[in-house]
């Protein structure tokens, strides 16, 4: 399959890392997405890129409000990662292990504990056990429809340390929450926050007294939210999301994948409506993150005042 690859360079520096964020259309079909994402893996290898991104439910494609719930446990049954271990396998050990090349995939998948499923976030790394509960990230906030089929994720933040800085995760709906992107940037100490996605984009929002309307308003939330995420935050934020109309649903996802410096401008975007791999060399994490906390550091400024960070409630004076 041919991909229209998007490349741009963020510095000269070739010791920082460089991303490919898939913003690619899913299918409730687990080989089928299962050879997309080895092709772009493949790819990635060509490019020399240091990690990629897949948006949520990788595997199996996001699910649907089924009047037949049972077609979509069974997809999920198919695609969870002990039915597919072979072929994670195999990924994982083209992967390097610190010698530059592709070392880091971050993929979305559904994982069965105790005869639940979860919507979570996975990592595939020569040094890790993608499957070990402590590199495994599982969706906290869920919307209706995926509260028919999955269990909710406790307040268990996953953060990883890698050479380029430290990184946390986010799903989807997630992001929605402004507390969770600070607790990672101001008490984990994140560089960084990745958000993979399925976002919808269809919903009107209609001012006609100010002849304003839009009826991609969840589209606009994602852009709104990676950008606020980054800049109330001061982290970098990468989201990738699912592109195009689900087979089943018939939803449309926004797309919009894309790179939010630490001032939260946007510095990349892929395309709403077409499958697009964006390859951003070069991003130099910490030190750029350090260039834009020379006026302001909000986690120092907030800490200030709020001294209690495990409960800013104790150092907030409520007024009867």
């Known amino acids: 399959m041919d991909y229209r690859i998007v490349e741009r360079f963020f510095s000269d520096n070739e010791k920082c890392p460089s991303f490919l964020l898939a913003n690619i259309h899913g299918t409730p079909n687990v080989e089928h997405n299962l050879k997309k994402m080895e092709e772009i893996i493949q790819i990635a290898h060509e490019k020399n890129v240091n990690v990629v991104i897949f948006p949520e439910l990788t595997v199996t494609g996001y699910i649907w409000n089924a009047k037949d719930p049972a077609s979509v446990l069974d997809l999920l049954h198919e695609g969870e990662n002990n039915h597919i271990n072979p072929r994670l396998k195999n990924i994982k050990d083209s992967l390097t292990d610190g010698r530059g090349g592709l070392e ?6 559904a994982r069965l504990k105790d005869g639940d499923f979860y919507n979570s976030t996975f990592i595939l790394n020569p040094g890790m056990e993608c499957c070990d509960e402590q590199y495994i990230y599982d969706k906290v906030f869920l919307p209706p429809v995926e509260k028919n089929f999955f269990s909710q994720g406790t307040d268990k933040r996953l953060s990883i ?21 600070r607790l990672y940037a101001f008490v984990d100490e994140v560089d960084a926050i990745v958000t993979i996605a399925a976002w919808h984009s269809e919903a009107v929002r209609d001012y006609p007294h100010m002849n304003i309307r839009t009826d991609h308003y969840y589209g606009f939330i994602w852009d709104l939210m990676n950008a606020s995420k980054a800049a109330y935050n001061q982290v970098w934020s990468l989201g990738v999301n699912w592109v195009g109309v689900h087979q089943k649903s ?15 401008m946007q510095l990349l975007k892929a395309s709403n409506l077409k499958e697009e791999l964006l390859i951003i060399r070069n991003v130099d994490i910490k030190r750029q993150r350090a260039k834009e906390q020379d006026d302001f550091n909000y986690r120092i400024e907030f800490e200030s005042f709020y001294r209690h960070m495990d409960n800013p409630a104790k150092s907030t004076r409520f007024l009867s």
């Open 104 to 109: 880091y995939i971050f993929y979305g998948n």
């Open 250 to 264: 018939k939803e449309y996802f926004w797309g919009g994948s894309g790179v939010w410096a630490p001032s939260g």
């Open 161 to 181: 340390d890698t050479k380029w800085g430290r990184f946390g995760f986010l799903v989807c709906y997630d992001l929605a929450f402004v507390e969770l992107p």
